[in-house]
């Protein structure tokens, strides 16, 4: 569960990050998410870097680019915030461990 240390997370933009890496199965980079969710680049970086401190998001080096994907060990956490925000269905599974 989300502790209240964790409340940072409740932020719009991290919120819909989040969404879009949980809801894609391939990785992506922050112009997917500038281009999807009217980021401008700035705040893309600033919450993508918040999220990768915070364990949430791994970074992975694709040439010049970064590609992000959610930490396997934080998805349950992420459904658990997903759905509590009501950005995605109460019915989606938690992963197996």
């Known amino acids: 569960m989300v502790e209240p240390r ?3 997370i409740f932020e719009r933009n ?5 969404k ?12 997917d998410f500038m281009n999807s969710l ?7 970086s600033y919450h993508l870097k918040t999220l990768r401190e915070n364990g949430y998001v ?16 934080k998805i349950n956490q992420v459904i658990h915030v997903l759905k509590a925000v009501g950005l995605i269905d109460e019915t989606v599974p938690l992963e197996n461990k």
């Open 58 to 73: 791994q970074e992975k080096p694709v040439g010049r680019n970064k590609n992000y994907q959610l930490h396997p060990k």
């Open 6 to 8: 964790d409340l940072w």
């Open 38 to 44: 009217d980021i401008p680049k700035n705040l893309v």
């Open 20 to 31: 879009s890496l949980f809801c894609c199965e391939n990785h992506l980079c922050s112009s």
């Open 14 to 18: 991290r919120l819909l990050i989040l």
